[in-house]
């Protein structure tokens, strides 16, 4: 028998049975795993209510096996105490929820193998959850820029500027403008495949920001080119996981 302690953002929870649920939790150093609550759903249950999506918590693990947490099958938490909250400063508020939870399933999309570690899209997912509940930046702008950077931390980080498939540089006087989501990003004319998006300038400026960091341009972008934008992140996500979210439909646009 051996104890495990670690801490990690809830993903998601499923029932099972009459009183438990499996919970998903991305950890800081073992990446996503699955683990069992006993009796949470409850209402005598003790931790029940910090095992919700949207929590960082540290918690305790118990394993009748000795083998790395996320390499074993349903272990049982045991203990869990709250380090944030984040959950209640989310569900109060549509867009903030309805984002935050297609950040989660981002999250866990990005994350295919259970047990590996996964920090740089732990700490993407911590910082976007604080971002989301702080109210400085449009939520949507939060879930696109969360999106982008968990798809650069994954291999897939697209172009904005530079041509996606030769590299060419485009000039001052005429930037890119082709998007081609399968070539990964802006393509120049050579490269502009039969059939490809074409955005307005500001739009690809803005979701370069977004993937930069660079807020004070993402935040003064008009609302038009916000639409815009998260329509090409959607598809963009969409072609890499091959299949869509669900939760991204709710969002607010």
């Known amino acids: 028998m051996s104890l495990h302690r670690a801490d990690g953002i809830v993903l998601r929870t499923q029932k099972l049975g009459e009183a438990d649920r499996i919970i998903t939790i991305l950890t800081r150093e073992h990446g996503r795993v699955r683990l069992v609550a006993k009796g949470v759903r409850r209402t005598s ?24 947490l996320g390499n074993r099958a349903l272990d049982l938490i045991t203990q869990a105490e709250t380090i944030a909250p984040y959950g209640e400063r ?4 549509y867009s903030r929820y309805t984002s935050g939870t297609a950040m989660l399933e981002t999250a866990e999309r990005l994350t295919d193998a259970e047990g590996e570690p996964a920090v740089q899209q732990y700490l993407l997912l911590l910082g ?17 820029a969360f999106i982008l950077r ?55 400026d803005l979701l370069g920001a977004l993937l ?19 329509g090409l992140v959607a598809a963009y996500l969409q072609w890499h996981v091959e299949r869509g979210l669900r939760s991204l439909k709710l969002v607010e646009r």
């Open 90 to 93: 989310i569900v109060n508020d």
């Open 45 to 68: 249950s003790k931790f029940g209510a910090r095992l919700e999506p949207f929590a960082h918590v540290d918690f305790q693990v118990f394993s009748r096996r000795h083998q790395p």
């Open 150 to 204: 968990s798809l650069a931390v994954a291999g897939y980080a697209p172009s904005f500027y530079d041509c996606a498939q030769c590299g060419a540089e485009p000039t001052q006087d005429a930037p890119w403008r082709f998007f081609a989501v399968a070539a990964g990003g802006v393509v120049c004319p050579n490269c502009k495949p039969p059939a490809c998006a074409v955005p307005q300038r500001p739009t690809l």
């Open 128 to 144: 976007g959850l604080r971002a989301l509940t702080s109210g400085e930046h449009a939520p949507g702008l939060v879930l696109d």
């Open 212 to 230: 930069a960091g660079e807020w004070r341009t993402a935040d003064a972008s008009e609302e038009r080119h916000r639409r815009e934008g998260s």
